[in-house]
Every structure is written in C-alpha cells, then in structure tokens.
C-alpha cells in the first residue's frame, strides 16, 4: 500500500519560513518523480514544484520561483519543500503526490498516480 505522509505545515507570519516533508511508503521511490501541489479554499489544486527521481531536474510554478526549492533524499524516502518569503496568498492546503512521468508533463496533475493527505499552511499578513 503506498503512503505519502506531509508534515511541517503551520501558521507563519508573511516574510517567514516553512519546510514541509514528505515521507513516501510502499512503492519504489526512487524511481517516481515527486511534486508538490496546493489547494486554497474555493479554488482548483494547483502544481507548485516537482523534482525527477535523481533530483537532476526540478520544476516549479512561476508564482514560487525564487522562494520555493524542492529537494528529495532517495535514502530516506522523502521530498522536502523549502518556502521562503511566504505570502497570504501562499496559504493553502499543501499536497505531495508521485508520478512516473518525467519532464515537463509533471507539472501537470492528471499524471499523478499518489497522493498524500495534505499539511496546511497559514500565512497570516
């Protein structure tokens, strides 16, 4: 059974610093390309960063490049995003979630195949 459990989500002052994780379970980690997805109240989940299965290549939405950095540990079965500088707007429900796919086709969530429970992250002003 595979599992994706994120976790270091909370409330945050604007200009402040979170450092979500993401511990993957049950399926061979070191060959899926991870991301990152979030979900604010009343809009679509939407793609935020990903990185290929060796970490070489990442992706990541326009509206977080600069403060937002995806990394992954392959012996430790975890991906990490590192947010900087968080914004009101940052705040959402935040989602790891794995795929096969390599590339730029991974910022794009129908190719996901897993999905973790999600953390929230508040961001107040």
């Known amino acids: 059974q595979v599992q994706l ?9 604007a200009g402040g610093s979170l450092r979500l994780s993401c511990a993957a379970s ?16 009343g809009k679509e989940r939407e793609f935020v960063a990903a990185i290929t299965w060796n970490g070489n290549s990442t992706y990541s939405a326009d509206f977080v490049k600069g403060r ?16 900087n500088s968080l914004k009101p707007e940052d705040t959402a429900v935040y989602y790891c979630a794995a795929t096969t796919v390599v590339g730029a086709f991974a910022m794009r969530r129908p190719v ?14």
Do not use: H
């Open 5 to 13: 459990v994120e976790s270091g989500g909370g409330l945050v002052q």
């Open 26 to 41: 049950g399926l061979p980690f070191s060959s899926y390309t991870m991301g990152w997805f979030r979900q604010a109240p």
């Open 68 to 83: 937002f950095t995806i990394s992954r540990d392959n012996a430790k079965n975890t991906v990490n995003l590192r947010m």
């Open 112 to 125: 996901y195949d897993y999905w973790g429970q999600g953390t929230q992250v508040t961001v107040s002003s």
